[in-house]
């Protein structure tokens, strides 16, 4: 069976920007959240998933986390990463739908977030990892 591994990227963007000390690039640029985020990226990697996405709330974080979406993103399109957001939904509502499209399509799903809410879309072919 295919396996999807689908990201709530603001989620753990906020966790990795609380996590760690604060980091920046030469020229001043805030990096710390980038930094973790993609140290969790990497042991994701780790299954192997046959799909893979990143979902973001198109709303403003504090504004040094803010500085940073833009560079994760590129990033994220660089390393050929699938980014999703939408106007008005919040990147839950994507993970959720994405999990229901994988289902009916017989691909296994691992959401991972940091949002309990999450919980309830748990079936034999949905897994959360918090």
């Given at each position: 069976?295919?396996?999807?591994i ?62 940073q ?56 072919h ?5």
């Amino acid at each position: 069976m295919k396996k999807l591994i689908a990201i709530d990227g603001n989620s753990l963007m906020h966790r990795a920007y609380y996590a760690l000390p604060s980091m920046t690039a030469k020229d001043g640029t805030p990096t710390g959240a980038i930094y973790g985020f993609v140290g969790m990226l990497l042991k994701l990697l780790s299954y192997e998933p046959d799909y893979l996405l990143v979902a973001f709330d198109m709303h403003g974080p504090p504004e040094d986390l803010r500085a940073q979406f833009p560079l994760l993103k590129e990033l994220l399109r660089e390393m050929g990463i699938t980014i999703c957001e939408c106007e008005r939904y919040e990147a839950d509502d994507i993970l959720g739908t994405i999990s229901r499209i994988a289902d009916k399509n017989g691909v296994d799903a691992l959401l991972v977030t940091g949002d309990r809410d999450a919980l309830q879309l748990i079936n034999d072919h949905t897994h959360v990892l918090l």
